[in-house]
């Protein structure tokens, strides 16, 4: 879902709290986009990719109980040490 048009902090990075008169959202990644003019690039514009902050409490929560891969126990034969 498409939030809108918002101003965005110059200083605005991942894991930063963003409030609308909506609800709070976790920033998961920042774009920046760029136009060569008069001989070099300029920043012309800046995105961010968001999710609400009880989801990514939640995505938290879930991404702790998934094994890792290459890990042991993780059914890859090929990553646990030899016994």
């Known amino acids: 879902r498409r939030l809108g048009t918002y101003r965005l902090a110059p200083n605005l990075g991942c894991g930063d709290?963003?409030?609308?008169?909506?609800?709070?959202?976790?920033?998961?990644?920042?774009?920046?986009?760029?136009?060569?003019?008069?001989?070099?690039?300029?920043?012309?514009?800046?995105?961010?990719?968001?999710?609400?902050?009880?989801?990514?409490g939640i995505e938290k929560a879930l991404g702790r109980l998934l094994p890792k891969p290459g890990r042991e126990g993780d059914g890859d034969p090929d990553s646990r040490p030899d016994r």
């Open 17 to 56: 709290m963003v409030t609308t008169s909506e609800d709070a959202f976790v920033v998961k990644r920042v774009s920046y986009r760029y136009a060569y003019r008069a001989g070099r690039y300029r920043m012309v514009g800046k995105g961010a990719n968001v999710v609400q902050a009880g989801r990514f």
